[in-house]
């Protein structure tokens, strides 16, 4: 699915460079889920956004399915973006002024699809996150939790071949946090999707397969939970949904 | 369709700036569209005033040239003529049998004292020009009578009844020139060629009001009985003859001013219509050319002859008003690019999103660009509803217009009394009409032109910052 090779983000701030992310070498595979953990400011959403295309390496090269997203022209990645990835934001992002429905049907329009199949894919997005009752609703008469399941719902409702989630939970209580990552879960599950998931929280990647640690922009593999390193733990028992 | 649906909700959550950027393009639309609507009556009451001396459609207008007054006593003597003798005022008919002017009346007809007039055969000279269309000759006459009652010149006796009226001479065959040619007709019918030597006449719809005339009625000019077959109205401020009579009558009733002669196949003034308004400056020099001395008038150089008000209205309109409106114009541009502009700066974070979903810019920007043209609508809307307002308040409060007659030959010759009774049948004269603003379709059109302009213009001033959008970097704004 994804490989990259020595990618690495610099920013610019007058005279001085600041490395975002340093020479990553990675390899995801398709139906692979990939947490990955870091403090604050280490690289974890910069990665992310390199990985969907919202931005470009200052080097290296990023293949989706053999495609350099890096040497696409703008037009292209916008429409990979439309067609093949969804985003899913820890502030949920969703337009205030248009309703939940809106806000899912708002995903398929540079799909250029019908109002009726637009509208038939919506209400089954909508429905696939338990939400079909407040598809009338704007964010602002929505939970946080429930703005979160709109998110995502109008991240799956264009079928992507990826899922990249931004701190997911990062605005939500413990238990909105469990079930939002529960349902996350469950669609990686059902629809085999390569889902990519920032996060700082442990119990959170603990429940991937794969978990890769930022450190000063640069990446560090972890293995399979089942072969975890010492001095890495995840807390409690690993919880799995089936 | 989910473009119209975004566009409403956004102008809703906005509607506090998208209606001051409305009511900032109403403004200077409104404006305009006064000020060209303002510009429009003056224009009409110039053209209503021009057209009644001229007549619609007259190009150039031909007079005589100057002659000396006739110095004292050496007048001939025809017709009558007021004297004064041994026994008081008499009443003297071709110079030489007089009487007493008690129980008398003294009936006189004659052309203007200070223009030589043309032969009648200068018309059609003029008429055979190649770049003329039409012409016509008008022979404008001064009427007085004066009745002297029996017991006038003795101690107590009553003053005389002085009655002045002025006759305009006309062709009566269908001619597409002349004095006729704005008029509206009350009752009755204009003259036909078979009235060339008829005792028929045309009323003034003012003289005849006060005179108490109406279709049907006789009229006395010269002592000669005329039926009354029309009443007419002119255009504003055109002050027109009290009565018009077929040329051959008014050359044969006539006499000059000057010793009193025959006014027979004399006009005094030529109007003429040019082929073309190009040709305006050409038929000028060629009727210059076959009529030495004459003075040869156009309508377009009267028009800056127009004095007065009226003058200064044009002035105001054409030149502070339309500044005035563009630089209006220009500052709610300005503030609806802002607004615009600052407004989009708000929603990158939205625009980053909606980028991240897969909406190519182009799709942002006619989502802007729409949001930009539906406030331009508004604003197009409000603009001419305030035109329309201002127009009216302009009918209702502006004072009446007032111009004074150019003082050229032409003006000279078309000098009314000022007033009925004045024994000076050629005082100048001032004129009063109404400012009637007018508001066009094609002011509207150009209203509507200019908001959405203003509207594309501010879209496009955001448009440019959504195309510079990363969106990386506009979702960072949101975390």
Known sequence: MYMLTGVTKLHRKGRSTIPAVCELDLTIGDGEWLAIQGRTGHGKTTVLNLLGGLDRPTHGAIELHGTDLAALPETQLTALRAERIGFVFQTFNLIPTLSAAENVEAALIPLRTSQTSRRARTAAALDAVGLTDRANHLPAELSGGQQQRVAIARALVKEPAVMLADEPTGNLDEDTRDDIIALLELLWRERGITLVLVTHDTTIACRAQRVAVMTNGRLTIRRDIGHAPAGFLCPGPIRRSD | ?479
């Open chain 2, 1 to 479: 369709m989910f473009f119209v649906t975004y566009l409403r909700r956004e102008m809703r959550r906005r509607m506090r700036q998208a209606v001051l950027v409305a009511l900032g393009l109403a403004l200077g639309i409104g404006l305009v569209v006064t000020i060209s609507a303002a510009s429009a009556g003056v224009k009409k009451a110039q053209s209503d005033v021009l057209s009644g001396l001229y007549g619609v459609g007259t190009d150039v207008a031909v007079t005589g040239p100057a002659q000396a007054p006739p110095a004292p006593g050496t007048q001939r003597q025809i017709g009558q003529n007021l004297e004064l003798g041994p026994g008081g005022t008499q009443i003297c008919t071709d110079g030489r049998r007089c009487v007493n002017a008690a129980g008398h009346t003294y009936n006189a007809l004659y052309a203007a004292p200070l223009l030589r007039p043309f032969r009648t055969s200068s018309v059609a000279s003029v008429a055979r020009l190649h770049d003329v269309a039409a012409a016509a000759g008008v022979l404008t006459l001064a009427g007085q009578s004066i009745t002297f009652p029996a017991g006038f010149g003795r101690p107590g006796g009553s003053p005389p009844e002085l009655t002045s009226f002025t006759v305009d001479g006309v062709e009566t065959g269908h001619t597409p020139v002349g004095p006729l040619t704005a008029a509206t007709v009350s009752s009755g019918h204009l003259f036909t060629a078979v009235d060339a030597y008829a005792n028929v006449a045309l009323v003034d719809s003012d003289y005849a009001a006060g005179a108490g005339l109406r279709v049907g009625s006789a009229i006395t000019i010269r002592q000669v009985r005329f039926t009354v077959i029309a009443i007419v109205s002119q255009p504003q401020g055109s002050n027109p003859p009290d009565v018009y009579i077929p040329l051959a009558r008014a050359e044969a009733l006539g006499t000059a001013f000057k010793d009193g002669g025959s006014l027979s196949h004399d006009v005094s003034l030529i109007y003429v219509v040019a082929a073309s308004a190009a040709d305006v400056p050409v038929v000028q020099h060629e009727i210059s050319r076959l009529l030495p001395g004459s003075t040869v008038t156009a309508a377009a150089s009267l028009a800056s002859q127009v004095t007065g008000s009226l003058a200064s209205a044009a002035r105001l309109a054409n030149d502070l008003g339309r500044w005035l409106a563009i630089v209006v114009l220009i500052a709610a541009f300005a503030v609806a690019c802002l607004l615009t502009m600052g407004a989009v700066a708000r929603r990158s974070a939205e625009f980053g999103i909606l980028k991240a979903l897969g909406w190519r810019t182009r799709r942002i920007v006619a989502q802007v660009l729409g949001e930009s043209l539906a406030t331009g609508i508004a604003g197009a809307g409000a603009g001419i509803g305030l035109g329309f307002a201002g127009a009216a308040i302009i009918a209702a409060v502006a004072p009446k217009l007032s111009t004074t007659a150019p003082s050229s030959a032409i003006g000279s010759l078309q000098q009314r009394p000022a007033a009925r009774g004045s024994i000076h049948p050629f005082a100048s004269h001032a004129v009063s009409v109404p400012l009637s603003p007018s508001v066009t379709i094609g002011v509207i059109v150009l209203a509507v032109i200019l908001a959405l302009a203003g509207g594309l213009l501010a879209g496009t001033f955001g448009s440019w910052r959504i195309a510079r959008l990363r969106p990386a970097s506009a979702l960072a704004q949101v975390a």
